[in-house]
């Protein structure tokens, strides 16, 4: 008998080999022996067939063995194909906890493949990284008072990575502080028509600033990010989902990313702004963002202005008042009853048809990913 053990893993097979040699047996001398066809045989040899309790009594009257042995040989040789193939399942599940790929397969980030390594190879092109434990690292922004940086998830990094993969096609000039300041004054002018916002792009870009819309990804809950391009602050970009398709939401995020690229606040990724999600209280909000959210309503409409607008109408925010204030300051209606719902003047369900859609007007005009584009 050979002195190999079940516990070393090797195919039946091979011990039914060893046993032939000992013997000078051949295939077809074992064949005779337990009565089985040659092609039986062969196949358990190759490990095409596996060996039945059946076949297993007949090798132990045949070899001098116990039938259990050879039982044993098979099962632990087929748990150890069980294990080859469950490690297969956590690599694959591994792919998926780190990237939501069948979302980055319907919007063709990636190629939809069968293979996983083919799959970790579509993963670590699209990063741009070595390998899948040498992830991008960027910062949700803070939504708590201790600043405290939190990972973003899967499917919020894909979506930064998209965003600025399509920045790199943007063509922009010299960013400068002038340049922003001008930009500003320039983008606070296109506030009033809806029609405006596909200027947008040809402003930012004018101001330095790479700009792009990507479809947000389930799960994602992003509304914009302010992103570089390199490490030294001199190529912005800003990037919106336009979860919330209105007016309000699209000014507000897009000026709240304008402070942080204004005060150069590393990348930020903005979630939960807007619609119902939205962190109502700022004192829920880190300063960094408290900061973001008090420059984006004052570069619309200055402090004063609302303050005074507030004290003069409330609590009678009628239409008409509304639309008179706003073609006073020269500004979309549907932005001032955005910030009267901020500011609990006016509840989230009114003036709701002053909240315009601008998506379709803003990415005819813009790099876009998503409702049926590709980087377009």
């Known amino acids: 008998m050979s002195n190999r053990t079940p516990a070393e893993v090797f195919p039946p097979g091979e011990f039914i080999l060893d046993e032939l040699d000992e013997r000078g047996w051949s295939q077809t ?158 983008l606070r002018l296109l506030a009033d028509f809806p029609e405006n916002a596909r200027k947008v792009s040809r402003v930012l870009s004018e101001m330095g600033i790479r700009f792009v819309v990507v479809e947000h990804l389930p799960k994602s809950k992003i509304d914009g990010a302010a992103l570089w391009l390199g490490d030294d602050w001199s190529k912005p970009v800003i990037a919106l989902s336009l979860r919330y398709d209105r007016i309000d939401s699209f000014w507000h995020t897009l000026f709240h990313e304008l402070s942080h690229i204004k005060n150069k606040d590393s990348y930020i990724v903005d979630v939960d702004m807007v619609g119902a999600d939205r962190c109502l209280s700022d004192e829920a909000l880190s300063e960094i963002e408290t900061r973001a959210n008090r420059e984006a309503a004052e570069m619309l409409i200055p402090k004063q202005t609302m303050d005074s607008f507030i004290s003069r109408t409330h609590p009678f925010y009628y239409t008409e008042k509304i639309i008179q204030f706003a073609n006073l300051i020269k500004i979309h209606p549907g932005i001032i009853a955005g910030q009267l719902q901020h500011r609990k003047k006016i509840d989230w369900t009114a003036n709701r048809q002053m909240l315009v859609k601008v998506r379709d007007i803003l990415i005819s005009g813009a790099m876009t990913d998503g409702w049926g584009t590709a980087g377009k």
Not at 29 to 50: C, E, F, N, V
Not at 139 to 152: F, G
Not at 157 to 184: E, H, I, M
């Open 29 to 186: 001398s074992l064949a005779k022996i337990t009565g089985r066809p040659d092609s039986t045989i062969s196949s358990i040899i190759s490990g095409k067939k596996s060996i039945t309790p059946e076949i297993a009594s007949e090798f132990a009257s045949a070899f001098g063995t116990s039938p259990q042995f050879w039982l044993n040989l098979e099962n632990a040789y087929q748990l150890s194909k069980l294990a080859v193939e469950d490690g297969a399942i956590k690599h694959r599940a591994k792919l998926f906890e780190t990237a939501p790929i069948r979302d980055m397969e319907k919007r063709g980030w990636i190629r939809i493949l069968d293979s996983v390594e083919e799959t970790e190879k579509e993963l670590v092109n699209f990063y741009s990284i070595p390998t899948l434990e040498q992830l991008p690292q960027l910062r949700l922004a803070a939504r708590a008072t201790d600043q405290n940086k939190s990972e973003l998830t899967p499917e919020q990094l894909a979506w930064c990575v998209r965003a600025l993969q399509l920045a790199k096609s943007v063509p922009a000039k010299k960013y400068t502080n002038k340049s922003f300041d001008d930009g500003v004054s320039q």
